[in-house]
Structures are given as structure tokens and as C-alpha cells.
């Protein structure tokens, strides 16, 4: 009963950091002038419009339950880059709206344990929701197609180096998954390094 209880929660954790990351990249997209993701069915707080079985669900879930840092994705948001506003300096700020969108739900949720002396079931609650959106936030901001970080790549390159990264991301998801597969041991060192600090620093609370 405690295993599915505990299963019961980090799903729901995860669905909620999952729906405002995808949903917060569709809501950018709209603000900066393109429709695509509202005609789509994505402008939505509703989690099965974003979520992806694999990276929304099993991915974290099985990272939780082998103790490595926790990340994730979902389905992409599609969007018109000629549509909006700003051009390549657009699409950056639709990209880094959702890992962003993590990093505020760790800061907002993850400052209260500084302040205030919750229950320990509580306290473990918020320290995993926490973590999960530091690592949502952590990994999508790896600048590797087709991860959100790529994107402020594409801003900064010349023409060159955006033919090299969109020659990258036309597979980009399966080199996601070989790096999973094949780097899983300096890929989860790395989430540890960068995600442990910043998990002290807003909540007091050491990993």
C-alpha cells in the first residue's frame, strides 16, 4: 500500500510539473503572436493533451525509484516560427518558458520549508516536487537539440551553426535516448552537481 501510495504521488507531482512546463511553452507561443498550439488543443492545463507515456511518465518515475536524479519531457509543442515575433530570439523565449516555469515551481513550493515547520509527510511531499522540477529544469536546459536549451543556441550561432544543430535534431530524440542508455552513469553525475546546490539553496534541506 505505501508503494502505490508513493507511486500515486510522484505521478502526481510529475503530471503537474509536466502540464505547466508544455502548456506554459504553448502559452508563450500565443503571447508571442502564433496560433498553432491553441488550434491544436495545447493552449490547456489539461495533462493528457501534453503528456508523453514514456519520457512524462515511466522515465521519472523509474529514475525515482533507482534513486538518480529526476527528468523528463513530453510531447512537443508545435508552433510557427514564422509567426512569432522577434524571430530566433522568439523561439528561445517559447523554449525557455517551460524549463523556466520548473525552476519558479521549485523556488515558489521549496522557499516555505525555509520558513515554515511542516508535518514530515509534507515536508518529503514538497522536497520531491522540488527535485523533480529542478532536474525538469536542469536537463531541458542541456543546449542538445531537441531539448529547450537548444534554442538560445540557434539565437546565438551564425548560419553555419544552426545548419549543424538542425541536422542534430532531425534524430535529436534517439540521441537522447542513446545518451540515456549509453551515458546514464556521467549524465545522472551531472544532474547530482547542478541540481543539489540549487535544491539547498531554496530549500535549507541537503539531497
Not at 502559452?27 to 503572436?33: C, H, I, M, R, V
Not at 527535485?131 to 543546449?143: A, C, D, E, R, Y
Not at 542513446?178 to 553525475?189: D, N, R, T, V, Y
Request: hydrophobic share 55%; aromatic share 12%; net charge negative.
Amino acid at each position: 500500500m505505501e508503494v502505490l501510495l508513493l507511486a500515486a504521488i510522484v505521478l502526481c507531482l510529475l503530471l503537474i510539473s509536466v502540464t505547466l512546463h508544455e502548456a506554459m511553452h504553448a502559452y508563450a507561443s500565443y503571447w508571442l503572436g502564433d496560433d498553432t498550439a491553441l488550434h491544436s488543443g495545447r493552449l490547456t492545463l489539461n495533462p493528457i493533451a501534453h503528456i508523453d507515456p514514456f519520457m512524462s511518465v515511466l522515465l521519472p518515475i523509474g529514475l525515482y525509484l533507482i534513486g538518480a536524479p529526476v527528468f523528463g519531457g513530453a510531447k512537443p509543442v508545435p508552433y510557427n516560427p514564422y509567426r512569432l515575433r522577434y524571430g530566433d530570439w522568439g523561439q528561445a523565449l517559447v523554449a525557455v518558458a517551460g524549463p523556466v516555469t520548473n525552476l519558479l515551481l521549485a523556488v515558489i513550493t521549496g522557499v516555505w520549508l525555509r520558513f515554515i515547520d511542516f508535518p514530515e509527510g509534507i515536508s518529503s511531499i514538497i522536497q520531491l516536487f522540488v527535485q523533480i522540477n529542478l532536474g525538469f529544469f536542469v536537463f531541458n536546459m542541456i543546449p542538445l537539440p531537441p531539448l529547450d536549451g537548444s534554442r538560445i543556441l540557434y539565437a546565438l550561432l551564425p548560419e553555419a551553426g544552426k545548419n549543424i544543430l538542425r541536422d542534430i535534431e532531425r534524430n535529436g530524440i534517439w540521441i537522447i535516448f542513446a545518451l540515456i542508455l549509453l551515458l546514464s552513469g556521467p549524465i545522472f553525475e551531472f544532474m547530482r552537481l547542478v541540481t543539489t546546490p540549487l535544491f539547498l539553496l531554496i530549500t535549507g534541506y541537503s539531497l
